[in-house]
């Protein structure tokens, strides 16, 4: 993906003539774009307004833009720092982000309910997001068999397999063991996680890349070509240490920053300093995951993020281009993940609306049935959904983050009652519904 850089405020002055310099200062503030943050690759094919030029028009820009931005402690390989702004679109998405993923935010009983089995509705969310995220990565396995790989705890049968499951162990990690403090040693850990048995160099998972070392430079995915040189590896300790630090900062420090920002801006420095070997995307985007958690965006554990990523990987790719090519101005980059966390939100919850329509439906069938826990009304909604559907210990277990003997005893349970049938595949017990569930669930409710 190539962009032409942009040229910066002072390589227009220095280039244009007195006169035209004097125009723009007296072009009017309308011919500023208000719909859309421009780069200058995009500006530079428009027409511009009457009476400019492209290189007028974008040095009227730059100097609208030069005094709203606001300095990062995240710099280039020469100190130049990185910088943000704020505009009405993107302030009007952080406060719908805050409305719907904070606080005492009310939702519906598929998520927050013990008895709708909110427990393995976040299983779940984590089994998307680490399938989604090691497909965008590379990984080539199904979803179909990748929640079939996580829902069993097999161990994975190849590259592919193992991204997918040592994501998931990564996402548990970030969930349950990282706490509120971020250190380089919690990066390098993750990392760890994140890549363990899938590298070259089975030494580089946990570490960062060494002096002497090639660094690992980010290509297009269509020509191939790098797109991204990422500092060198003897500035790596300290910018990991800075990253840290960014993302420790209290709100209530001098400098205040959006939790949501300072979110997407510590998942794009690491992917920007690009300090491991591999798996730089993945650890990125769980550390995203972490800070939006710690700072009370719970509701973010259940969006399908890398799934929206996915859909559209060059603008992803081209977002990240965009700030590097501009002076570092992030802003690029934070429009669009702010864009895809708001669709991300609106599909989790049409999601949750039809899936709350489902299970109340298959209430009304079990009603008065005081025999199910939430975790066999949970298995039993997704076996009305899924007749074909094929339960173990293991796999109940894994779903449920339940002891093997407690998920033996549920199937064994629903076994009995009737409403699965019990079966031996090779050496393990397999249960799958009776063809009749929906209405034997219909004469247990009368």
């Known amino acids: 993906m190539y962009l032409e850089k942009a040229p910066t405020a002072e390589e227009l002055i220095e280039k244009l003539d007195a006169d035209e310099v004097i125009a723009v200062v007296r072009a009017p503030k309308d011919v500023l774009p208000t719909d859309r943050y421009l780069h200058w690759d995009k500006l530079r094919r428009l027409d511009p ?7 007028q028009w974008w040095l009227k820009i730059k100097g609208a833009r030069a005094g709203e931005l606001r300095a990062l402690p995240l710099g280039d390989p020469d100190g130049k720092p990185f910088s943000y702004g704020l505009l009405d679109p993107m302030l009007r998405r952080l406060h719908y982000i805050d409305q719907r993923c904070s606080g005492e935010v009310a939702m ?16 779940n969310s984590l089994m998307e997001e680490a399938i989604r995220s090691s497909q965008l990565e590379g990984a080539t396995t199904s979803r179909h068999k990748a929640k079939e790989l996580l829902r069993t705890g097999r161990k994975p049968r190849d590259r592919s397999e193992r991204m997918i499951a040592n994501n998931y162990r990564a996402l548990q990690f970030m969930r349950d063991e990282m706490g509120e403090t971020l250190t380089p040693a919690l990066v390098l850990e993750l990392h760890r996680i994140v890549t363990e048995g899938t590298l070259k160099d089975p030494s580089a998972a946990g570490r960062l890349q060494r002096p002497g070392e090639e660094r690992v430079a980010v290509f297009d995915r269509d020509d191939g070509k790098p797109i991204h040189k990422p500092p060198p590896a003897e500035q790596l300790p300290e910018r990991v240490q800075l990253l840290c630090d960014f993302a420790n900062e209290s709100d ?6 959006h939790p949501v920002i300072r979110a997407i801006l510590l998942h794009f420095w690491l992917a920007y300093d690009h300090p491991f070997e591999d798996g730089n995307g993945r650890t990125a985007r769980i550390l995203f995951f972490w800070l939006m ?14 799934r929206f990523i996915r859909k559209a990987p060059a603008k992803y790719a081209r977002a990240f281009v965009e700030t ?4 570092g101005d992030t802003t690029y980059f934070l429009i669009h993940q702010l864009d895809v966390i708001e669709k991300a939100i609106n599909d989790l919850h049409f999601y949750l609306q039809r899936k709350t329509a489902e299970v109340r439906d298959i209430e009304k069938l079990i009603h008065g049935t005081e025999y199910l826990n939430g975790r066999q009304l949970a298995l039993l909604t997704d076996a009305v959904r899924n007749p074909d559907a094929v339960y173990s210990f293991d796999s109940h277990a894994q779903s449920h983050r339940v002891s093997h003997e407690t998920a033996r005893s549920d199937l064994r349970s629903l076994a009995g009652a ?3 049938i019990q079966r031996r595949q090779g050496r393990r017990h397999v249960f799958e519904p009776t063809p009749d569930i929906a209405s034997r669930l219909k004469e247990s409710s009368q």
């Open 49 to 55: 307004p009457p009476g400019l030029t492209a290189e």
């Open 108 to 123: 519906d009983e598929v998520v927050t309910s013990e008895r709708q089995a909110g427990r393995r509705f976040l299983v």
């Open 252 to 257: 209530d420090g001098e400098r205040f920053v």
């Open 293 to 306: 958690r710690i700072r009370g965006y719970w509701l973010t554990e259940y969006l399908p993020i890398s």
């Open 324 to 327: 590097e090519t501009d002076e």
């Open 418 to 420: 009737g409403l699965l």
